[in-house]
């Protein structure tokens, strides 16, 4: 398991930019692929973005692509979410996300090793 703390959260106008980082604790954090989920108010909470532990395959919600980058740095133990243009429906508090594989079952039903607390990001017109 890793622990996980998000930053970067914060209030931003519409098509502005925002960067999350998520930093992990642990000597493991470069065996997992990371990721980010978001829930807004009354809804949901949805998957956002994924990358592999070696950061060469990276996998996005159709609301966000071309938009948002996930990336990684593994010797900061450190995964990021570059956000670009963001929208009002962006709004919603971010989660960063732990799991032990890339692939999409577990990230698509939200199975996964460890959660960060979160951080809120908001849109404003």
């Known amino acids: 398991q890793v622990q996980l703390v998000e930053s970067g959260g914060g209030l931003v106008q519409a098509g502005g930019s925002l960067r999350l980082s998520c930093a992990a604790s642990g000597r493991t954090f470069s065996t997992y692929a990371m990721g980010w989920f978001r829930q807004a108010p009354g809804k949901e909470r949805e998957f956002v973005a994924r990358i592999s532990s070696g950061g060469s395959r990276t996998a996005y919600a159709d609301s966000v692509k071309g938009r948002f980058t996930i990336s990684r740095d593994n010797a900061k133990n450190t995964v990021y979410l570059q956000m670009n243009s963001l929208l009002l429906e962006d709004t919603a508090v971010y989660y960063c996300?732990?799991?032990?594989?890339?692939?999409?079952?577990?990230?698509?039903?939200?199975?996964?090793?460890?959660w960060g607390q979160g951080t809120q990001v908001t849109v404003s017109s």
């Open positions: 996300a732990a799991n032990p594989v890339f692939d999409g079952w577990r990230w698509n039903n939200q199975i996964v090793g460890s």
